[in-house]
């Protein structure tokens, strides 16, 4: 039986993890006890303050009017990426928002992962994401198609 010391991680973390926090959103309520926060999700959670304060890094972003968001889709590995990247690059043209959009990995055997980086107020960047991500559906579909024909 393996025997671990009490004070070492069950896991190492190497220099490519990236850890999250486990809750993001926005502070509705401090109370003495209990901080009300409703997630980016629009669940209304309450977290003790021991932990909120304990462990968290808190960021002000009330004083920002434009955040950098990522919308991150996966493409079959047999369209070509360099094809996809032109196609994309081509349809959302019409964004200036958009900063950048690039190849980031591959996610498995059959699909890579293209990156869309753009900046929006705090107030549109769903209504924008949901534009991109319906411009990003048609090119996959555009490039199935050329691919089966």
Same mark, same amino acid.
């Given at each position: 039986m393996p025997y671990q010391w009490a004070f070492l991680p069950g896991y190492k973390f190497f220099s490519r993890d990236y850890v999250i926090p486990a809750y993001t959103g926005v502070v509705d309520n401090m109370s003495l006890m209990y901080t009300t926060l409703v997630t980016d999700d629009g669940l209304v959670i %309450?977290?003790?303050?021991? /932990?909120? /304060?304990?462990?968290s890094a808190i960021a002000n972003y009330s004083e920002v009017? $434009? &955040? $950098? &968001? %990522? /919308? &991150?889709? $996966?493409?079959p590995? #047999?369209?070509s990426p360099e094809t996809v990247l032109n196609n994309l690059r081509e349809a959302l043209s019409e964004f200036p928002e958009i %900063? #950048?959009?690039? /190849? $980031?990995e591959q996610s498995d055997k059959t699909h890579y992962i293209v990156v869309i980086t753009f900046e929006a107020p705090v107030t549109q960047w769903r209504e924008l994401k949901s534009r991109l991500l319906a411009k990003v559906i048609e090119v996959h579909r555009e490039a199935k198609q050329k691919a089966l024909a």
């Open positions: %309450k977290i003790p303050n021991n /932990l909120i /304060l304990a462990n009017t $434009e &955040r $950098e &968001r %990522k /919308l &991150r889709y $996966e493409f590995i #047999d369209i %900063k #950048d959009i690039y /190849l $980031e």
